[in-house]
């Protein structure tokens, strides 16, 4: 919409907007597999181990018009994940059932499929040389954003003078080199050799809390628990499991902003949580920004 009006560059591509949402129940099962279910009408539904006491069902397919910033799961999806997961479980899933929801829109390209199930998830570029050079993106996910970075980069690099070449196929994300500088494919098993190396690493944090720490930030644990040698280094406990040191961590490393960019979206810590944690975490950010008026960088280098 902005190429369009802003910029006042029609386009010969446009975007389609599905929104796929999940819920979160209780755990069905007790092993670490996931499962893929196959509705009649063609569509699939995955029911996946997640945060260790529920499982996450998902997703949809639906064509979407409203506001992107106030997207939400409604009741039809909710009956519907429910009632196709029952097909398969011994136990009925209902919606009272469900803990937790979420709903995100793709912006998928417009392909002219009947079933927004059957839309393309493939992603295509524009490059426009009138003026200065602007690039376009449509569609893609973010299993390929990797790819489609790369491509992207590849096609303004000339405009940019970059001669760097790529690269990011041989990188680790932040907190991923567990096993070196280059991405590699490990077993379960030397994960779970690393989590107990970093439990000897840090013997005074109880092992629970040292292997959520490690599935949640990989290497980067050492940054979040640098220069602190016993519990009471950790700050106030402002939650069972959340100390005031994660907080200042994911502020100053993971722009968080408030209490729901900690509890929900760098970590599914909400759903462990009391129900009045959020209000309980906003006022001891609110609290240490007052302190401190250049909020992140005092609460950075506390």
Not at 123 to 135: C, K, Q, S, T, W
């Amino acid at each position: 919409q902005f190429v369009k009006t802003a910029a006042h560059q029609p386009s010969s591509k446009a975007v389609r907007l599905i929104k796929g949402s999940h819920i979160v129940v209780k755990k069905l099962y007790d092993h670490p597999y996931a499962y893929i279910f196959q509705h009649p009408d063609g569509r699939v539904v995955f029911a996946i181990p997640f945060e260790e006491e529920f499982t996450l069902i998902g997703t949809t397919d639906h064509d979407y018009h409203g506001d992107t910033d106030t997207v939400t799961i409604d009741a039809e999806e909710i009956s519907y994940l429910c009632e196709l997961t029952s097909r398969y479980f011994r136990k009925m899933i209902v919606p009272a059932d469900v803990v937790w929801s979420y709903s995100g829109v793709r912006p998928l390209v417009e392909d002219d499929a009947s079933d927004a199930a059957a839309v393309t998830r493939d992603y295509r570029f524009e490059l426009e040389h009138d003026g200065a050079p602007m690039l376009s993106v449509f569609g893609g996910k973010i299993t390929t954003f990797r790819k489609l970075a790369e491509e992207a980069v590849d096609m303004v690099a000339p405009a940019l003078s970059n001669r760097h070449g790529r690269w990011t196929v041989d990188a680790c994300l932040p907190g991923g080199d567990l096993f070196g500088p280059r991405p590699v494919n490990r077993a379960v098993l030397e994960f779970d050799q690393y989590v107990q190396h970093q439990q000897q690493t840090y013997p005074w944090l109880p092992p629970k809390l040292v292997t959520r720490y490690a599935r949640a930030y990989g290497t980067r644990i050492g940054m979040l628990l640098a220069g602190r040698v016993c519990i009471g280094d950790m700050g106030q406990e402002i939650a069972p499991g959340l100390f005031a040191a994660e907080v200042i961590y994911l502020i100053r490393h993971e722009w968080a902003a408030d209490a729901r960019d900690i509890l929900w979206r760098r970590s599914k810590l909400g759903l462990h949580l009391a129900p009045d944690t959020e209000q309980k975490l906003n006022s001891w950010i609110a609290a240490h920004r007052a302190e401190r008026p250049h909020a992140r960088s005092a609460l950075a280098d506390k």
